[in-house]
């Protein structure tokens, strides 16, 4: 067996102390959508919210406090965006039976599973790091909440902390 050739990277470790007390500063953003699906990029509140808050370094944690609704990263485009709505719908799609919408089953009368299955997909939360008072994001990526149960009045909770 032949060795195989190892690439070794090196790196530098930011390993540097920072001084300070922690932090934290929450607020809840209320968030309207007109459309049963929908995908909005909540980028700049987010990204206003931390520039206010009294922690230069640190995370942001964001959160949907919905069953039927989430928060990812990615870009935004429109071609794309209707791309990711077409897979939520062929992932979960909406229509076809599920036993959250039989009353032999469930007492829930929005007939909404779909959404709850495609915010199970996204997720309900994220988490981004904070570095000298900014968002630590790449170059296109964007916070989107995505709406599966709409339009509604959702509430998304932000909480900063750092130091």
């Known amino acids: 067996m032949k060795n195989a050739a190892v690439t070794a990277i090196e790196t530098k470790p930011n390993i540097e102390a920072k001084e300070g007390t922690y932090k934290v500063a929450s607020t809840t953003l209320v968030i309207t959508t007109k459309e049963r699906v929908e995908l909005k990029t909540i980028t700049e509140q987010i990204a206003e919210f931390v520039s206010q808050a009294p922690v230069r370094d640190g995370m942001v944690q964001i959160s949907s406090l919905h069953t039927t609704a989430g928060i990812m990263l990615n870009e935004i485009q429109d071609a794309l965006l209707a791309d990711i709505k077409?897979?939520?719908?062929?992932?979960?799609?909406?229509?076809?039976?599920?036993?959250?919408?039989?009353?032999?089953?469930?007492?829930?009368?929005?007939?909404?599973?779909?959404?709850h299955l495609r915010a199970i997909v996204v997720g309900p939360s994220l988490s981004i790091p904070i570095e000298n008072g900014k968002l630590k994001l790449g170059t296109w990526q964007q916070v989107l909440f995505t709406e599966f149960d709409g339009p509604n009045n959702r509430k998304i909770h932000v909480q900063v902390m750092g130091i």
């Open 86 to 115: 077409d897979l939520f719908g062929k992932v979960v799609p909406h229509g076809v039976y599920y036993k959250h919408n039989d009353p032999l089953f469930s007492d829930c009368d929005r007939h909404n599973a779909d959404a």
